[in-house]
């Protein structure tokens, strides 16, 4: 008995070990186990404290529909398809904060559990600890909305009973308890995320007007499905298609997005920074051509162009925006193809875009465009750039990747780490009626003469 126990022992040990949990930092690896254990302990203090009263007919109808509406969004999300990596904008708290708002909090720790587990089962599998941790972190969060709001809010008999002044106290506590499932749950989340991806901007996976939107509107019918409820748990079968609506919206929202993005750099497309920049770009040099003559002619038509131009370009040594509105830099990598191939195919070549991307990332401003412009080529719009700025970043950001080095392995076997270089080209437009078009062209050719210079250099063109 004892000699068979230990070799089950050892392969559950060497099943735990290589369980990918152990893979993330040290730290991390607590964090998300301390949030499963709480999650554990405060099923167990609920089921302790929740009575049988609790359990009476109204509450299981009522999480029954709500955790029901639940399950159809999950199985429309799996007809959608669940994208994968980064933060998924989701509805369920639509149906899961009226359940932590009216129910005991045991209802509130059990809904996640019974959703993401349909979730792994029916639409997409990921890693289990993931889920675990989602589900543990939302189920928390639940637990504290339900105490917070049945210690603030006011009973309600139902909305055609209540006095007014009662719904109002009742709506006010549910928008606050609300506000804290979102702060809470983010805050658990994107401490895993950012723990285990550094790369990741929290400014833009949350701040984002579309993501602010689909927050207050997922709020706003959660309290409003909460608060129909409380006459009858079948009128929120009146909300699914309006949720099915606001599902739709945002996942039209991220496929749109996903659209604008480059798959493997994560930085805008071709066909959308050119969008974008050329948008730019006439933003940066007609008002101020209009601006400079409307203030060498007085404000009347008709003014003197000859002084507007005058006016416009300042006296030497002194800095005006309208002396270079805009600079682009073009980025090629040096050899890129004879290193892709030497070193191990299109593995190499993605890891080394990805570091190179992350480089960019690091050293532009937030107003700077950033985009992939062909298959080892970047370009980069820098707006209310001066051509000595524009120089200097160039030249800052061919020095940071000269020092990168990208680990690569051919076949499973570690190579040596690849080291590259870029060459760039700057243009910068000291003049007004240039179109992006010509600019690109521009940056191009000054890109061509630092590949002719030797490469891993910067040369520059004004325009």
């Not at 005006?320 to 070549?349: N, P, Y």
């Not at 051919?410 to 000291?430: K, Y």
Request: glycine share 8%; charged share 20%; hydrophobic share 50%.
């Amino acid at each position: 008995m004892g000699s068979s126990s230990r070799p089950a022992s050892r392969r559950w040990q060497r099943a735990v070990s290589g369980w990918p949990l152990w893979e993330l930092p040290p730290w991390l690896v607590a964090f998300v186990l301390a949030v499963i254990a709480a999650f554990g302990a405060a099923i167990v203090a609920a089921l302790a404290l929740t009575s049988f009263h609790d359990y009476d007919a109204y509450n299981v109808e009522l999480f029954a529909v709500l955790l029901g509406c639940d399950v159809v969004t999950v199985e429309l999300t799996r007809r959608s398809g669940e994208p994968g990596g980064g933060l998924i904008k989701e509805t369920h708290a639509v149906w899961e904060l009226p359940i932590a708002l009216l129910l005991p909090p045991l209802y509130g720790l059990i809904a996640p559990i019974v959703r993401l587990a349909l979730t792994q089962w029916r639409v997409r599998q990921t890693l289990a600890y993931r889920r675990v941790f989602t589900a543990s972190a939302l189920g928390l969060t639940y637990a504290a909305v339900s105490v917070a709001f049945h210690a603030l809010a006011p009973p309600l008999t139902g909305f055609f009973e209540s006095p007014t002044s009662r719904v109002e106290v009742w709506t006010l506590a549910a928008l606050a308890c609300g506000f804290l499932r979102s702060v809470l749950n983010k805050v658990l989340v994107m401490t895993a995320v950012k723990g285990a991806d550094p790369a990741v901007s929290i400014r833009a996976e949350l701040f984002t007007r579309e993501a602010l939107f689909g927050d207050l509107a997922e709020l706003s019918i959660g309290v409003l499905v909460a608060f129909v409820v409380t006459a009858s748990p079948l009128l929120g079968l009146l909300a699914l298609p309006c949720v099915t609506l606001l599902q739709r919206s945002l996942r039209h929202g991220q496929l749109v997005n996903d659209a604008r993005i480059d798959g493997l750099t994560g930085m805008l497309n071709k066909t959308t920074w050119h969008r974008e920049a050329a948008v730019r770009v006439t933003r940066a040099t007609r008002p101020r051509a209009w601006r400079a003559l409307g203030r060498a002619g007085g404000g009347r038509p008709g003014g003197d162009i000859r002084a507007a131009s005058a006016s416009a370009s300042g006296r030497p040594g002194e800095r005006r925006s309208d002396s270079t509105l805009v600079a682009l830099l073009v980025v090629d990598i040096d050899r890129f193809k004879s290193v892709q191939d030497s070193c191990g195919g299109h593995e190499v070549g993605d890891a080394i875009l990805g570091a190179i991307a992350d480089t960019i990332r690091a050293q532009r401003r937030d107003s700077d465009l950033c985009g992939r412009y062909g298959g080892d080529e970047f370009a980069i719009l820098l707006p209310d750039t001066s051509a000595d700025e524009a120089l200097a970043v160039a030249r800052r950001l061919c020095h940071a990747v000269s020092e990168l080095t990208v680990p690569v392995a051919f076949n499973g076997a570690e190579l040596a780490d690849s080291r590259v270089t870029i060459s760039v080209g700057v243009a910068a437009l000291d003049r007004a009626h240039v179109d992006l078009d010509e600019l690109i062209r521009a940056a191009d050719g000054a890109m061509y003469q630092a590949k002719g210079a030797g490469r891993n250099t910067v040369r520059m063109v004004a325009i």
